[in-house]
């Protein structure tokens, strides 16, 4: 069954770093989204994707994430400058339109230091 | 008030049994129902979606929606020790997924 894969499953990054976190979506699906999910708290919606460009972002997503979709398979989200709350799970889904269910990926720990 | 409310458990049953859980929102504007399975450092697994009140039935598993009390449900029949996971209602609006705080399931042998 297709299904989103994530790398890394863990990053390791320095406060103030930048990362950036990877997403293949399943293959025919045209909306992309991330989410996070700090440790003991519920998941929360980052941003929305659609031909190429954000169609809805939460309060949580500031000047210090952005999205894009370089090629035809992955999606990636970027922190600029990271810091301590920062550190969280964070999901990648895809969906084949929007409001429709949506398949998450297993997630890449970032852990800020 | 809380968006999306969910009851944090644990619940913990013995195998065979009936499980219910439950979420209620706030917002009457919200369009789609899901339910998702989430399993230790895994991502959710979407279980069921729902786009209207009254049942929906896939299996074990039966949604509930009562969009007049704002009130949706998720009953496993003949419960599993491999169910034993964490249960989390997601509420669409738009394009974006509005999730519980998830329910801790424990089924026992």
């Known amino acids: 069954e297709p299904e989103v894969t994530q790398t890394p499953s863990h990053q390791v990054t320095q406060m103030g770093q930048e990362v950036i976190l990877r997403c293949v979506p399943i293959?025919?699906?045209?909306?992309f989204y991330w989410y996070r999910q700090i440790l003991g708290q519920k998941v929360e919606f980052l941003v929305s994707?659609?031909?190429?460009?954000?169609?809805?972002k939460s309060e949580i997503f500031d000047d210090q994430f952005s999205v894009e979709r370089p090629d035809g398979s992955n999606f990636t989200l970027k922190i600029r400058s990271t810091k301590l709350e920062d550190s969280a799970m964070y999901f990648c889904a895809s969906s084949t339109r929007g409001e429709q269910p949506q398949h998450f990926g297993d997630g890449t720990r970032l852990s800020i230091l | 008030q809380k968006e999306v409310e969910q009851d944090p458990g644990p619940l913990s049953v013995p195998e065979g049994a009936i499980v219910s859980l439950n979420c209620t929102y706030s917002n009457s504007a919200f369009q789609y129902f899901m339910w998702y399975r989430q399993y230790s450092r895994k991502g959710p697994e979407l279980l069921m979606y729902t786009y209207s009140s009254g049942n929906k039935e896939d299996g074990r598993f039966t949604a509930q929606v009562d969009k007049s009390s704002k009130y949706i449900s998720l009953f496993i029949r003949d419960s599993q020790p491999s169910d034993s996971a964490t249960y989390l209602c997601a509420i669409g609006y738009t394009d974006k997924l509005i999730f519980g705080t998830g329910t801790r399931l424990q089924v026992f042998p």
């Open positions: 994707f659609y031909n190429n460009e954000i169609s809805e």
């Open positions: 293959s025919n699906h045209l909306y």
